[in-house]
Nanobody, 128 residues
Framework: QAQLRESGGGSAPSGESLTLSCEVS?????????LAWFRQVPGNKREGVAA???????RYADNVKGRFTISLDVAKSTLYLHMTTLKPEDTATYYC?????????????????????WGLGTQVTVSS
């Protein structure tokens, strides 16, 4: 069973940068997997932000392309989301998730329903 823990959230003015981290248990040493960042605003669905798989294939939501970068340090078992040029609409609780056996080749960003294991979330607030 995977365990995930997010950190790095906080407040930032519009235009600034934040980097989120997600510590993942040894689960990611499986042969194939995907890790992803999602975000959610109260009353809205949890939306995909970015994903990376065991082949280092990445996918991004259109509204973060060019601003956010997802990366994985396998040695540290840590997933990152480097967010730049932040906008007030990026304000949300950010969650990391992992799913074994899921890869990103020939497909779009996975939905939240495709992930089994989740962290508890970290809040990001961007002021205008």
């Amino acid at each position: 069973q995977a365990q995930l823990r997010e950190s790095g959230g906080g407040s930032a003015p519009s235009g600034e940068s934040l980097t989120l981290s997600c510590e993942v248990s040894t689960y990611i040493r499986s042969s194939s997997y995907s890790l992803a960042w999602f975000r959610q605003v109260p009353g809205n669905k949890r939306e995909g932000v970015a994903a990376i798989d065991s082949d280092d294939t990445t996918r991004y939501a259109d509204n973060v392309k060019g601003r956010f970068t997802i990366s994985l340090d396998v040695a540290k078992s840590t997933l990152y989301l480097h967010m730049t040029t932040l906008k007030p609409e990026d304000t949300a609780t950010y969650y990391c998730a992992v799913e074994r056996g899921l890869t990103l080749e020939f497909r779009d960003l996975p939905s939240a329903a495709e992930f089994t294991y989740w962290g508890l979330g970290t809040q990001v607030t961007v002021s205008s």
